[in-house]
């Protein structure tokens, strides 16, 4: 048997939580807020621009420089206009958005999608990017899910740790958005968000408090809505228990733009910087209104204080001043390398959803005409979907990927297919203007859904299945656009939008060998899923996007990504709309409590389309030799047999050591590649309670691991369970707690296809 490569070992959920132990400055701090003037300070806790804050040039203090966002750094804009500044010098980087890097598995990956964005972000001479999004996806309609991760809060803790420091080792702050519970746009800036604690907890809050503990971020953004009450952005209960209190965040919070509503609150809340959307930035809440009430004597100086004292810590550990700032690292843009990163991450985004008989990958030599049919197959998309749009230096089409990979010994025939009425050109970022003033509630009429074709559709269509009928291979490329997938608005339905259900079965019946691709921010329905042989499916990959997705129907990539959120079952629903309330104006409950994505249908057992976990490969991977065995203490650090600890950092505590955090079970399996190619397959570890009286999900995420196995050859792969792998947040506590009782540890290629599970019983 041939064994090669390092056998792996992971630290799952529960890996001791790493008290940062944040450099001092405290003194610098001190001495340079106490030369301050109180007009000064407030200066540096508002937007003095649209992306900066004022500079106090006496005491050399920069104003701070933000930029959004989470897919390459945004376009350059006027000081007080929502107008690009129109120059030839911002063009960036445009990287895979979230969801892609979130179904690559990949920690790596994510770090290196971090370190992309902030070198370009310090090369474009930013302080902070407004990136990561990360809130949970909580329901496939929100509109900004495209920016977000998973619905699984420990894949999102996973990846977002390595993201921000990857970011930030550019000297660049992350800054991780929206906190918290900020999973609809409908009525964003008002509605109110009901969200139990437990909830909160185990589900909404994972993801910030990994951001801060185990990755350091810099900053984060509070959120438009409110929490149980409370506005986000100035929530006591949000900012100063939470984040400061209970997690000891001691970085700077930002307030999304135009998320404050309230002088007195903002100021005793632990909101450090208010940014908006209006020009009149003497108008803010934390302006000239803070100012006077502080000169009157109603609001105390060191609540004033403490906000700066946050914002200077920040830009020492920036080094934009003091005595590091000769050290401070710059960045660059547009760098060959950075080009080759953002291709690296598309590739492994690819989701192979479906492919009977093989007929992926395609075999360019037994290929003479090809039809590429679809708008997606040519269609740009980096420049919309709002604060995330994107100037991007190119933007490889799936249309141009595939004739760059032929390079023209096959014919390739295009044809739109279906129409886009109204289609825009360009990105209006105006948009944002009246982002905080307008109702963005209404996603844009699908008029060849709900009326009649238009005459360009007929056309588009009867063009494209001629050119079906004539060709030996269609590749549809499909999906949606921003139009859909967009920041302001949610989706009101998953079908496809233009008449594409119509024209995928038009092309199934006409020619056998079609293949269908899906570029989309979201899941979609497809009621053609049956009849179709191969579906493939990408997120918005980045300005390499076309390349992976050629690359992989051509199998010069083997796929590996993997769904990081469960497609419904066409006409199924999901438990935000039918047990909670979803995209309700002024009140949303979050009912469902922690029932959020595979929780809720695995445990309810209802029929998917695909699967959390999801993802096929050209390999195939059988999985054997499951052992679990009591875990001794020192594993905790990530050694165990001489084994590799999979990159497990070195975990520093305040000498607290609770049993959450104490290694339970070691857990290791076999997996094997029996197919002919080398290929990499996402190994998940669930933990299921047999029977419980906490009302938990059948089964969730604990540990997972990206291996890559050469054909025919095996890994083992090790995992170290911790005590928090088996426990739920006791309300009554308002705590963690390990339950008792009988487990099932699975192990799978997705939360569906569990392949082994062993049995053990906890004694808590
Ligand atoms: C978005 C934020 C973004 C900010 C600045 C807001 O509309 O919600 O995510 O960072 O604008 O553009």
Redesign the pocket.
């Known amino acids: 048997m041939k064994r090669v490569g390092m056998d792996v070992c992971r630290q799952g959920e529960g890996a001791r939580i790493q008290i940062m132990k944040m450099e001092a400055y405290e003194t610098e701090v001190e001495e340079l807020l106490g030369q301050l003037t109180l007009e000064e300070k407030i200066g540096m806790i508002h937007g003095a621009g649209l992306?900066r804050t004022e500079a106090v040039e006496r005491l050399s203090i920069p104003p701070l420089f933000m930029s959004?966002?989470p897919m390459g750094v945004?376009a350059e804009f006027a000081d007080n206009e929502w107008r690009n500044t129109g120059t030839t010098d911002d063009f960036v980087s445009y990287l895979p958005c979230n969801s892609a890097v979130a179904s690559t598995w990949n920690r790596e990956l994510a770090g290196k999608e971090g370190e992309v964005l902030g070198e370009e972000a310090r090369g474009r001479g930013k302080d902070v990017i407004?990136a990561p999004?990360i809130n949970i996806k909580r329901s496939p309609y929100c509109g900004r899910n495209f920016e977000y991760m998973s619905e699984d809060p420990y894949l999102i803790s996973e990846l977002v740790v390595p993201m921000v420091e990857g970011i930030q080792k550019s000297d660049v702050a992350a800054c991780v958005?929206?906190f918290a519970a900020n999973s609809q746009e409908t009525e964003r800036l008002w509605v109110d968000t009901i969200v139990s604690e437990r909830a909160l907890q185990e589900i909404y809050f994972p993801g910030f408090k990994a951001a801060v503990e185990k990755g350091g971020t810099y900053s984060l953004?509070g959120a438009?809505n409110l929490l149980n009450g409370e506005h986000c952005c100035t929530s006591r209960k949000l900012l100063n228990k939470v984040l400061r209190e209970a997690w000891g965040f001691d970085g700077m919070i930002v307030s999304?733009?135009?998320g404050v509503h309230d002088t007195v609150l903002a100021a005793e809340s632990a909101l450090d910087i208010e940014?908006d959307?209006t020009y009149d930035f003497d108008k803010h809440h934390m302006a000239d209104a803070l100012l006077e009430k502080v000169r009157a004597g109603e609001i105390a100086e060191s609540l004033v204080d403490e906000k700066v004292r946050n914002i200077l810590r920040m830009m020492f550990r920036l080094k934009m001043i003091g005595g590091k700032k000769n050290e401070r690292k710059s960045g660059t843009y547009n760098s060959r390398e950075n080009q080759d990163a953002v291709l690296k991450i598309a590739r492994e985004s690819m989701i192979l959803l479906k492919n009977e008989n093989g007929v992926l990958p395609l075999d360019a030599k037994k290929t003479k005409k090809i039809a590429v049919i679809g708008q997606n197959a040519a269609s740009i998309h980096s420049n919309g979907g709002?604060?995330a749009e994107i100037k991007a230096l190119y933007e490889i089409t799936p249309l141009m990927g595939i004739k760059k990979m032929l390079g023209g010994n096959v014919k390739v025939c295009y044809a739109p297919g279906y129409d886009i009425p109204g289609k825009k050109e360009t990105g209006d970022v105006n948009w944002?203007a009246d982002?905080t003033t307008k109702n963005w509630d209404e996603a844009p009429e699908d008029t060849e859904v709900k009326g009649a074709p238009t005459e360009n559709a007929v056309k588009y269509r009867a063009e494209a299945v001629a050119l079906a009928k004539e060709c030996d291979t269609v590749i549809y490329v499909g999906g949606l656009t921003h139009d859909f997938d967009s920041?302001g608005y949610d989706r009101t339905e998953l079908t496809l939008p233009y008449g594409q259900d119509a024209l995928i079965e038009e092309l199934l019946a006409v020619n056998s060998n079609t293949i269908v691709v899906i570029y989309a921010g979201s899941p979609v329905a497809m009621p053609w899923k049956e009849r179709a042989k191969a579906i493939l499916f990408s997120y918005y990959a980045g300005m390499e996007g076309g390349t992976a997705i050629a690359e992989t129907l051509f199998g010069k990539v083997n796929p590996s990504g993997k769904l990081a959120e469960t497609f419904i079952a066409d006409g199924g629903q999901c438990p935000a709309h039918t047990i909670g309330t979803f995209a309700e104006k002024e009140r949303v409950e979050y009912r469902e409590g922690v029932m959020v994505g595979y929780r809720h249908y695995d445990t309810v057992n209802e029929n998917v389309a695909f699967c959390f976990g999801h993802g096929l490969s050209y390999s195939r991977f059988e999985y054997k030799y499951m052992s679990v065995t009591p875990a001794r203490a020192q594993t905790a650090h990530g050694e165990s047999d001489g084994v590799s600890s999979g990159g497990q950092r070195d975990v520093e505590t305040d000498g607290v050591q609770t049993a959450l955090e104490l290694p339970l079970y070691e857990v290791a399996v076999t997996v094997k590649n029996t197919g002919d190619r080398a290929g990499k397959e996402v190994v998940q570890v669930y933990v299921a309670p047999k029977t419980s009286a906490q009302g938990r999900p059948c089964h969730e995420l604990r540990a997972f691991e990206k291996v890559e196995i050469e054909p025919g050859c095996e890994k083992t792969v090790k995992f170290v369970l911790c005590g928090r792998a088996f426990s739920y947040y006791d309300e009554g506590q308002h705590e963690f707690v390990i339950e008792k009782g009988a487990y099932d540890i699975e192990i799978g290629s997705s939360s569906r296809d569990i392949r082994l599970r062993q049995g053990v019983t906890v004694f808590a």
């Open positions: 992306f959004d966002g945004r407004l999004g958005k929206h953004m438009y999304d733009w135009g940014m959307t709002g604060s944002q982002s920041e």
